[in-house]
């Protein structure tokens, strides 16, 4: 099992760029969820999915931010325009609906 | 707003003692509990799960669950230099599949 595969490990963008970031949840998993890490506000969840389906998305920051998860395997998270506070450590993670999850490695965003 | 509360420490033990980290929650429904550890510039690894009022052990970590209290412990015993990291709480939301995580306690075991 490869677990939750992210990439790209880090980004470094200019303010007003477009990034997106990727995200390979665990097969069998059917739930899959993307946070933002911060050290002043913890681990943030930002979207999530059940069998591809966005089921709450109201931790999305702004209309900046968009998600999409266009089959079982695959999950993008864009962010458009960047903006320097947008800086953070992305995380995705998958479980089966209810249980414990499985975090990728994340990405590490620095938008300067 | 669904609120899950840790002290950020950091919590200094020696090598060999029992580390304690503590959690309290504001839902009162939830129903699943969950403690992950996360070293320095990695991702959440979930090391223990608790859905019961009681004790559960694994190894050198024991979860402690109070629901009427709505209160979560982690013990560590013979605490190793390699448990250094900080230590995430997580309550499961009821109604949702989502979990809502603590902003962790820095564990710190010296030699």
């Known amino acids: 099992d490869a677990g939750v595969i992210q990439s790209p490990r880090h980004e470094v963008t200019e303010m007003g760029q477009e990034v997106t970031l990727r995200c390979k949840p665990i097969?069998?998993?059917?739930?899959l969820f993307w946070y933002r890490q911060t050290m002043m506000r913890g681990l943030e969840l930002l979207i999530y999915f059940n069998n591809n389906v966005p089921i709450d998305d109201s931790g999305m920051p702004e209309d900046r931010f968009s998600a999409k998860m266009p089959n079982a395997s695959f999950s993008t998270l864009k962010i458009q325009p960047s903006e320097p506070r947008d800086s953070a450590v992305y995380f995705c993670?998958?479980?089966?609906?209810?249980?414990?999850?499985?975090f990728g490695s994340g990405t590490r965003l620095t938008v300067v | 707003q669904k609120e899950v509360e840790q002290n950020s420490g950091p919590l200094s033990v020696p090598e060999g003692a029992i580390a304690s980290l503590n959690c309290t929650y504001s839902d009162r429904v939830s129903q699943s509990f969950f403690w992950y550890r996360q070293y320095s510039g990695k991702s959440p690894e979930l090391i223990m799960s608790?859905?019961?009022?009681g004790d559960k052990e694994d190894g050198r970590f024991t979860a402690q669950l109070n629901k009427a209290s709505q209160y979560v412990s982690l013990l560590i015993r013979d605490s190793q230099p390699s448990d250094s990291a900080t230590y995430l709480c997580a309550v499961l939301n009821s109604g949702y599949s989502t979990l809502t995580f603590g902003k962790g306690t820095m564990l710190l075991v010296s030699p």
């Open positions: 097969s069998g998993h059917n739930s």
């Open positions: 608790i859905y019961s009022n």
């Open positions: 993670a998958s479980s089966v609906t209810g249980y414990g999850y499985t």
